[in-house]
């Protein structure tokens, strides 16, 4: 039996994948040691350069028992209006921005979940997040 290739199978592989070549263009350009607002200006630079349809932090509305919250959440980008994009400028990326992207991905109904690390040497970092499939018996979304 041949191991099924997991690649075949990823949501927005085409999407993704100009998502995070323009993120690479980025790092190539500045590398690492900015602030995230840094790379967030230059990352909507590059998306419209790319001509990636993009909104930066745009206020999405929560909801509790039918009611919608004042508090609003603030991902960096929703691209495509279906992937949510967080960015970090951290060393090494841990659970916690796992579960700020998780979160996102479940309030705001988004299809894929995208965290990419700005601050990481020698290289980029980014970690996919698939809402579609589901890990059976578990609510949470899995990584892909």
Request: hydrophobic share 40%; with cysteine.
């Amino acid at each position: 039996m041949t191991p099924k290739n997991i690649t075949s199978d990823l949501i927005l592989k085409e999407e993704c994948y100009s998502i995070v070549g323009a993120c690479f263009e980025v790092y190539k350009n500045k590398g690492c040691g900015f602030h995230e607002p840094v790379y967030q200006e230059c990352l909507a630079i590059e998306f419209e350069h790319c001509q990636i349809p993009a909104i930066a932090l745009p206020g999405l509305s929560l909801e509790y028992r039918g009611q919608i919250l004042g508090q609003k959440f603030f991902p960096d980008f929703v691209c495509y209006a279906k992937i949510v994009v967080e960015l970090k400028a951290v060393t090494e990326l841990c659970d916690e921005h796992r579960a700020q992207v998780l979160n996102y991905l479940k309030a705001g109904n988004f299809e894929l979940g995208l965290l990419i690390n700005f601050g990481h040497y020698p290289k980029l970092q980014y970690e996919r997040f698939a809402n579609t499939r589901q890990v059976k018996g578990s609510d949470e979304p899995i990584y892909l």
